[in-house]
């Protein structure tokens, strides 16, 4: 992994988590599982605009889990000399990187910054994969391109905002860093296209895995409930939710800088208070 | 005006909340607590913005001496050096808990396209505001602003912190278009939250 693109969590001003090595500790941690190698996983963020959701994502990965957890932020800074045309965020195309970034070899998580976890992140790391290279959730309201329009394929596609990858099997259907970067139609498009997008029937179960969708809720709704739009999704209860995904720059509880929409209300009062219960718990942290 | 709730609300929110941007705020950290659109009713999240609404709101109609205010925005504004404040509409008001150069220019006009070729003003205090009918002045902390039927100028000159709350007055603008009944629904809602 380059350096500067290794931006680890004390650097990032979230919260370090190294294992005690003092004796008396030790005792207490035989069989636990700070022996087995740290959960990598890689969050798209911005460059500081997203420091307030960081920090709550981090502490509520590490407070669901005994697992050590190797997390990298993935910064606009870090691909400067990228092409960023068609980008949807400022760090859209950054996880395609990923399998190149393990040199092939393990499995890594991807999830965008703007989420909070309530289950053992060790679950999802353990998903059996079978023989695929990447594990999604189902979205059945996702938009595929115009050209679809009108077809069986319209809508439908795993969503990328959250993913388990084998980093070996993932190289068959990534391009080298160097050709993602000068990707000058978006490098999405390029990836989705390698996986078969649209074509669900040539893809699960072959290139990705369904996973659970309380992996990746989208504000509290059953993403992958078949259903005309979201206002009328089902929802989880919040109990059964195991990793939430705040969606809508406009209705987020927070109100990134760099968002250009207007604020909206979040519908989800119980989601937002269970935000903030964590969020006062890091900014007490941070004022110490 | 009880300002401990004020101050309190709004240490709360700088110290847990992430700053915002507003477009009447520009290079400022602001806190949208507040707001009616024309399809919606935003609320901030916070869970102390729960505790404290009806008592922030029932201080801002005493202030302004109307119990039956619809009050349809309020934000919390922390500036700097480099804020730039588009010009304060009419019915709105300012409750500064800490000026730190904070000038202020109340004018004779209802409409903030007159006023908005002043905002670009370095040293607003040299001025020669009462030629325009005019009146210029520091902000006082502590020192509820509400100049009701004129607009009005302001400038940030370093770390000031301000609540910048508005009053609806569509009905007063046109009765016609303002759909009385809805804002009287909107300000039954506001009463029952």
Redesign the interface.
Known sequence: MSKEFAVNIRQAGAFSYEPNTQPDVDETLTNSKFDLEPIKIFVGTSEYED???ERILVYSLHSNTERKLDITFMRPSWSKDWNKRMWGTPFTNHRYAIPELCNFEGRAIYMDADQLNFRDIEHLWNTELENCAFGMVWDPLNKNPKSHEGTEYERGWFSDSVIIMDCKKAKKYIDPIEEIKVCDWNYKNVFQKNIHSPYRERCEDIIVKRIDARWNSFDGCVTDDECEDRQTQKHYELEDIWHLHFTSLSSQ?????Y?PF?????KR?DI??E??KV??KV?DIV?I | MNLQLFNELANTAI???????DWRFMQADTY?FY?I?HN????A???DWRKYKNEVFDEIRKHINNKDALISNLILVKTTPHTIIHPIPIESGIIPLKSDGLYGAIRPYTNRDKVIRQTYLHSPWMFQWNQDDSFGFYIDEDKVLFPGGRVMNMYSDGESLFWYFKIDNAFKINPITSKRNSLVEKRQEQVHE
């Open positions: 420091n307030w959701i509880p927070w109100h990134p800088k968002s207007g604020k909206a209300p979040y009062q937002a208070d935000l903030w969020a006062y900014q004022d | 110290k847990y909340m992430s700053p915002q941007e949208q707001n659109t919606s009713v935003y609320n999240t916070i869970p």
